[in-house]
């Protein structure tokens, strides 16, 4: 039976990596690029992001929307634009393709080479379906049009099919373009991902909006406007999910904190027999799972938000199924501000409790399926020729002592993660709870990113011993 389902996931694989051959490729520079220039790059495509962010669909009502979802702050996109889908086809795609190959439900061996490029083909196809998918869930559901009330989305939307067609073909052709942006930084052109890039660009927009955001003859919505508007006023708390000085302060304890965790370690002792003995430690990061866990439930309520539209169309606008999936929708999004949580103290407590539960639940298998677990590591030792003191090179020894150290780190990183997220978003932070993590940690990696680099070019000697291309 698992020969059958390996033959046919194979099959379906490569049916997917088939897409992929229609889209335009990106191949790897010749010679690796100098770090000014893979900068260069990174910054042409953010900038191109930032204008389709910004470039409404054609055939739709523009409307200016004030505050972001949590939907628009984990898949960067950008409501009424060329990057209304953002990176969501990009991240459930390969969200989908690793946790079936962690579960070894699809037989993949991403250390071979052949394996991870029909990994990486059938990720890429598979995201161009999702892309025309949600594309047409969106506009069945009319999201882009006034619809009559009491009308279905899907019969009384008051554009004709040409115009529903071409608002499809728009939002896929701009998908199309975020995957082709996002190989071209993998393969070496730019640094990171675009996913990482264009999140980090998305919760900075946000934030930026929060703090100055202002619409011409409404009421400012940003602080700064809001205070020069009000100076008597401290504005201290602001109802409706407006930024206010809480939130301000919220942002900033958040930001310090997250820095003060990621720099904690838990060691290991362990000796090298191969090196005559040398004792040395290995860390593991405090935040052991780092921001996966609240990643996940983040990227779980944003697709439920992100197909509420489609339940709208199948459904019905009205029917008591779509009134009951909204309602679940409702308690699972995190409230904005102190104030609207303080209004709505069960959708506040439901959505602690259901944000916690599903970060613990997915911690535990992110750390099984990233082969983050205590037999998996206790192997890699093993072959990396370490061993912890005392102890005979027994796989089964090793696994029992790691889990000792790597259950309670994933339980308790999980549930900081988690409480650090939702206290933000009870505070009413800048950016959003998880928007912050995501950013921090995003920073971080660009960091160590840049100085290993940086490091590379100062220092011609140790690329050459770490193996690396020039």
Not at 82 to 107: H, N, R, W, Y
Not at 178 to 199: H, N, P, T
Not at 460 to 470: F, Q
Request: charged share 15%; with cysteine.
């Amino acid at each position: 039976m698992e020969a059958y389902w390996g033959l046919r996931s194979m099959g379906v694989l490569e049916a997917l990596a088939k897409i992929a051959d229609w889209i335009p490729g990106v191949p790897k520079p010749a010679q690796k690029p100098s770090l000014y220039r893979r900068l260069a790059w990174t910054g042409i495509i953010l900038v191109l992001y930032l204008v389709m962010a910004n470039i409404p669909l054609y055939g739709t009502q523009v409307r200016a929307p004030t505050r972001v979802s949590l939907q628009q702050i984990i898949f960067a996109s950008s409501q009424g634009t060329l990057m209304e889908l953002g990176i969501s086809p990009i991240v459930t795609a390969g969200l989908i393709l690793q946790v079936l190959v962690g579960a070894k439900l699809i037989d993949l061996d991403l250390s071979d080479p052949e394996d991870q490029r029909l990994f990486t083909a059938a990720e890429k196809g598979l995201a161009v379906l999702f892309a025309i998918f949600e594309a047409s869930m969106y506009v069945l559901g009319c999201k882009y049009w006034a619809l009559p009330p009491g009308g279905s989305p899907l019969h009384n939307c008051p554009v004709g099919w040409g115009i529903r067609g071409l608002v499809i073909l728009q939002l896929s052709l701009a998908a199309i373009l975020v995957i082709i942006y996002d190989e071209m930084l993998q393969k070496g052109w730019g640094l990171g991902s675009a996913i990482s890039l264009f999140i980090l660009a998305g919760v900075a927009q946000q934030m930026m909006w929060s703090l100055f955001g202002y619409v011409p003859g409404t009421v400012a919505y940003g602080f700064i406007p809001a205070l020069i508007q009000r100076p008597s006023s401290l504005l201290i708390t602001r109802p409706n999910g407006f930024p206010d000085l809480t939130g301000l302060f919220a942002t900033l304890a958040i930001v310090v904190l997250l820095v003060y965790f990621q720099a904690m370690r838990v060691e290991i002792p362990v000796t090298s027999p191969r090196m005559r003995g040398i004792r040395t430690k290995i860390p593991l990061q405090f935040m052991y799972v780092t921001n996966i866990p609240i990643l996940l439930v983040a990227i779980l309520v944003g697709d439920l938000q992100l197909f509420e539209g489609m339940f709208a169309s199948l459904a019905g606008a009205h029917s008591k199924l779509f009134h009951y999936y909204q309602v679940m929708v409702y308690y699972m999004s995190p409230p904005r501000g102190f104030i609207m949580s303080l209004q709505d103290p069960l959708r506040t407590t439901t959505f602690a409790v259901s944000w916690t539960i599903l970060s613990v639940l997915f911690g535990y298998m992110w750390v099984e399926l990233a082969g983050l677990n205590p037999r998996d590591q206790a192997e890699n030792m093993i072959k990396s020729g370490l061993e912890i003191p005392g102890l005979r090179r027994n796989p089964k020894i090793l696994e029992s002592v790691l889990a000792r150290y790597i259950y309670p780190l994933t339980m308790l990183s999980s549930l900081l993660v988690a409480f650090v997220a939702i206290v933000a978003d009870i505070f009413g932070a800048y950016g959003t709870g998880t928007g912050i993590l995501l950013a921090v940690g995003i920073i971080q990696q660009y960091y160590m990113m840049i100085t290993y680099e940086r490091a590379l070019e100062t220092y011609p000697l140790l690329r050459r011993l770490l193996g690396e291309s020039v």
